[in-house]
């Protein structure tokens, strides 16, 4: 079983910068990828980015290419999500989550506001 828990949410104005953090429980963690996605209301959950088992491979959605940055650091067991330039649209929950042996985990999420 993975237990993944974020933090780093918060209000912050356009154009500026977060930083989440999402901490997952296990020795297995550097064995699996790990996404972010987010919910914004009304609309439905999108994956933001993902990266490898190992990091050397991450993917972005078109809207925070350029902007955003997955990471993660297996010594510590967690993956981060560098935010950049953020834009009011930007607004949502956001979520990390895996696949592991066939089930997927999710986080409870943390909520990101971006005020104009």
């Known amino acids: 079983q993975v237990q993944l828990v974020e933090s780093g949410g918060g209000l912050v104005q356009a154009g500026g910068s977060l930083r989440l953090s999402c901490a997952a429980s296990?020795?297995?963690?550097?064995?699996?990828?790990m996404t972010w996605c987010r919910q914004a209301p009304g609309k439905e959950r999108e994956l933001v980015a993902a990266?490898?088992?190992?990091?050397?491979?991450?993917n972005y959605a078109d809207s925070v290419k350029g902007r955003f940055t997955i990471s993660r650091d297996n010594a510590k067991n967690t993956v981060y999500l560098e935010m950049n330039s953020l834009k009011p649209e930007d607004t949502a929950a956001y979520y990390c989550?895996?696949?592991?042996?066939?089930?997927?985990?999710w986080g409870p999420g943390t909520q990101v506001t971006v005020s104009s």
């Open positions: 989550n895996t696949l592991y042996r066939s089930t997927r985990y």
């Open positions: 296990g020795r297995t963690f550097r064995s699996y990828a």
């Open positions: 990266i490898s088992s190992t990091g050397g491979s991450r």
